[in-house]
């Protein structure tokens, strides 16, 4: 039995070192194969594992001690799937799986190993040191899965700045009622994103040459300090329907004027777009960048009136 289990844990290590490697290198099925190595790790080894281990001490009273460290494996394991794979509700079960082993596991550990006379320090000593690093891993996990996904968003936002500049040489001559309301769109949202950038002192030219250069890419300060401005955030909801509204005037642009909702990211309530204010006030770099995408679309449509 401890033979077939041993090779069974190694041919799991290695499904979940492959969906690992799988994923560093953005290989497809990388989200496959480390499901499906962590759901085994946890979901069948483990318990087989434990259980082995628990027979063959033939000591009821550790019983307890074997369930909670399945359990914290799961928790542990299952949050930093879930953070990998970018799934729902990640930021509650990182919260939840970091402390867990130092609130639950740990207490538990410590009373019950101080009941056996025989139980060596030295294994209490590994175990913290085990707690240690995979509290780090899950926190530098996080940081590193983060900050991929605020460089991938500057590269779009780098896309959008220059579709902006070459639709600004084309510009537009032609000033229409429809055009004359993007601009006013356009004239708040800037005025709306320099109030963030001189919160975080850096101007329009620095953010758009070096996204990078955000201090703070995942604070919300600054944007939540802004969004507190309600003078002007109702002014931009006030801007955003009036354009709608102006395109429904107009049988040529009717077509347009049901699809603006979709375009500039808002929801409608009661045939009324209304601004998606978790967009507008979501961390300070996705805030930016989701404003240079509403731009580029209303300049966009601009450019074909």
Same mark, same amino acid.
């Given at each position: ?34 499901? =499906?190595?962590? =759901? ?98 899950? =926190? ?23 579709? /902006? ?8 001559? =032609? ?32 953010? /758009? ?85 509403? /731009? ?10």
């Amino acid at each position: 039995m401890r033979q077939k289990l041993f090779i069974f844990g190694i041919v799991t290590t290695m499904v979940v070192i492959a969906g690992t490697i799988f994923k560093i290198n953005r290989w497809p099925g990388a989200g496959k194969l480390l499901f =499906a190595g962590l =759901a085994t790790l946890v979901l069948i080894f483990l318990p087989l594992a434990l259980r082995n281990h628990y027979n063959a001490e033939k000591n009821r009273q550790t019983l307890l001690l074997h369930i909670v460290t399945w359990l914290t494996c799961f928790i542990v394991f299952t949050s930093m799937l879930f953070k990998i794979q970018h799934w729902p509700f990640t930021g509650i079960l990182m919260t939840i799986a970091l402390p867990f082993p130092y609130v639950v596991f740990l207490p538990v550990f410590l009373i019950t190993t101080s009941k056996d006379k025989n139980f060596n320090i030295y294994n209490t000593v590994f175990i913290l040191f085990l707690l240690a690093v995979s509290s780090v891993f899950s =926190a530098l996990l996080g940081l590193n899965v983060t900050r991929e996904r605020i460089y991938d968003s500057y590269n779009i936002s780098r896309h959008y700045n220059k579709t /902006e500049k070459e639709l600004n040489i084309i510009g537009n001559d =032609a000033l229409t009622p429809l055009s004359g309301k993007i601009d006013d769109v356009l004239n708040l949202l800037d005025e709306y994103r320099d109030l963030i950038l001189r919160e975080e002192n850096i101007n329009i030219g620095e953010w /758009e040459n070096n996204p990078e250069d955000l201090q703070r890419p995942e604070s919300q300060r600054a944007i939540l300090s802004v969004a507190g401005n309600r003078k002007l955030m109702d002014h931009i909801e006030i801007s955003f329907r009036d354009l709608i509204q102006e395109a429904r005037n107009s049988r040529q642009y009717k077509d347009l004027a049901d699809a603006l909702p979709a375009i500039l990211d808002l929801q409608v309530d009661e045939d009324l777009p209304v601004l998606k204010y978790q967009n507008m006030t979501n961390a300070l770099s996705w805030t930016l960048i989701n404003l240079d995408g509403i /731009e580029t679309n209303l300049k966009l449509i601009r450019a074909t009136l």
